[in-house]
C-alpha cells in the first residue's frame, strides 16, 4: 500500500508545481491538497510487514554516510582489511560522539546506482568483515564504545568471497565482538539480512528503527524456499517475525525509534536528532558498566534468544 501511497504523493507533487495563479488552477490546488493531506494520513496509519520492508529497501531512506555526517565530528576513516584489499560495502572508523572518542562501522549501499555497484550494494566480501574486525580491536586496545550501522541485505554469496573465507571472516567477527570489553550498540537503520547483518549486531543494545526489519534471508528467499514462489514475498513478510515491532516482542530487538510517518526519508533530520540523544542516553548506561559486565551481559543475551521453557520450569 505504502509503495502506491508515494507514487500518488509523488503525481500529486508534480501537478503542484505545474499549476499557475488562474482561479481554476487555485481550485485545483485545493483539491490537490486535500488529496495530499488524505494520502498523507494513511501513510501514517498501521503499515503491514510488507509496507515495512518497503520502507527498509526505500532508496531515499539514510544511510550511514548521513548518520556518520549528523552525529559524528572529525570522523577519519580506516581501509583496508591488511591482508586482501579494501571492501568499501563496509565503512569503519573513528569520531568524536559528544566529544567522546567512539569507532563506528556500519554497512555502506551509497546512493545511485554508481555508488550502488562500487559498494556492491551493501553487502560485503570477506575483506569488508575483517576490516571491521580490525577496527574493533583497535577499539578495544583504546577502550573506545562501537557503534554499528547496519543495513545490508546479506553478506556477498559470490564464488569469490567463499574462496576468500566468506564464513569464516563472519564467524570469527562474530566470536570476537561477544567478547568485548567495551560497549557496544548496534542500530538497524534499514534492512537487516541473515550472517551478513548478524556480523555487525552482536551488541549490548539493539536499536531498530521502526521500519527496518531483521531477518533470516529475504521474503523473496524465504518465499523461493518455503513455497517455490518468489512472488508470494508480501505473504513471507507476514510469516517471518522480521518488524521491529516482532523484533522486540521476542527480544531480538531492545529498542525502537520511531520515524516520521511516511518513513525515515520524509524527515532525516527528526530521525538523527532522536537517534542522537538514544545513543547518548545508553551510551552513558553502558560506560557505567566494567569490562567483564559487558561482555558477560551481551553473552548471556545472545545464549537466552529462542529458548522456551517448560511449563514445569516456569
Known sequence: MIREIETQLAAIERELSSLGTAVVDKLRRSQLQRDRQELEAAAAGDLSPADRVYLARHPGRPNIDDYTAA???ELFEQRGDRQCADDRSIWAGIGLFHGRPVTVVGHSKGKGLEENVARNFGMPNPEGYRKA???MEQAEKFGRPIITFVDTPGAYPGLEAEARGQGEAIA????????????VIAVVIGEGGSGGALALSVANTVIMLENAVYS????????????KDSSR?????????????????????DRILPEPSGGAHRDPQAVFRALDGLLWSRLRQLEGLTGSQLAAARYE????MGTVLCPSER
Open 71 to 73: 552525529l559524528f565530528q
Open 216 to 227: 533470516v534471508l529475504s521474503p523473496e528467499g524465504f518465499a523461493s524456499i518455503l513455497w
Open 133 to 135: 574486525l580490525r577496527a
Open 233 to 253: 514475498m508480501e505473504e513471507a513478510c507476514g510469516v517471518m517475525k522480521l518488524t521491529a515491532r516482532d523484533l522486540l516482542e521476542l527480544g531480538v530487538a
Open 301 to 304: 543475551k545472545f545464549r537466552g
Open 172 to 183: 570469527r567477527l562474530l566470536m570476537r565482538m561477544s567478547a568485548l570489553t567495551v560497549p
